[in-house]
């Protein structure tokens, strides 16, 4: 993992890289390599990999709006902070879908709170499934499963990739696979909240229309409360 800083306030970076020092010290975890930048410019031309970002927006040069906008196309997985004491521009943050909006001076227990969340976000989606079929094993990031669905005797597991017939039975990817983004709609399918396009009591819609699973109705309400805790965690 690596986390960033962009701020044209020297103080700011300080503080925000003590903030995240304090974080993995309390919960007992090495911290990971931060980097600090003064300007927009200098973060977009830095080559190396970039998970979770803190952004300023009102900044020299090209603003932060900009920037996040840019890492956005390149890397929709990154998990964007944005710092600043102008409220006007959340608006404009949000269009770019940044994870929190945290307002200066930035509150300590707070930032523990979201730092927590970013960190339970950066895990499932980093987390990495092994897909076993008859040929070999396939490992595969959890975020591109869309679903798994049961044919018959067969489990079929349905990827941005491709499809893939497993040995393992649903069990056993229910029992793998992160609680806070699947969820077993009905006792064939599988879904995964993340390529939801929408749904209904009866169906959920996958992969912008490409894929359709049962929903059982019984399970509706508890379906939509799951469904609707996982945007929220993503905000």
Do not use: W
């Not at 977009?44 to 009102?58: V, Y």
């Not at 102008?86 to 929190?100: P, Q, T």
């Not at 679903?147 to 229910?174: P, S, W």
């Not at 709609?185 to 229309?209: K, P, Q, Y």
């Amino acid at each position: 993992m690596r986390i960033l800083i962009c701020d044209d306030d020297i103080l700011m970076c300080e503080q925000l890289q003590k903030y995240i020092e304090n974080y993995f010290e309390k919960i007992c975890v090495k911290c990971p390599e931060i980097a600090c930048f003064s300007d927009g410019e200098s973060l977009l031309a830095d080559r190396g990999e970039k998970d979770i970002l803190f952004l300023d927006i009102e900044m020299p040069g090209i603003s932060g709006i900009y920037v996040g906008a840019e890492l956005k196309k390149s890397n929709e997985q990154i998990i964007i902070f944005v710092i600043t004491s102008y409220s006007e521009y959340l608006d404009d943050a949000m269009r770019f879908h940044v994870f929190r909006y945290l307002s200066k001076p930035v509150d300590k227990r707070r930032f523990f709170r979201n730092m927590k969340d970013a960190l339970d976000l950066y895990n499932s989606i980093t987390f990495k499934i092994p897909i076993e079929t008859r040929q070999g094993i396939h490992t595969l990031p959890a975020s591109s499963i869309i679903a798994m669905e049961t044919q018959g005797r067969k489990v079929i597991v349905h990827t941005t990739m491709c499809d893939f017939e497993v040995v393992h039975n649903m069990q056993y990817y229910l029992d793998l696979l992160p609680k806070n983004r699947f969820f077993q709609t009905h006792r064939s399918f599988i879904v995964n909240f993340e390529h939801i396009t929408d749904f209904d009591h009866s169906l959920v819609h996958m992969a912008r229309g490409q894929f359709h699973a049962y929903l059982t109705r019984r399970k509706y309400t508890a379906f939509k409360d799951a469904y609707l805790l996982y945007l929220e965690s993503t905000r």
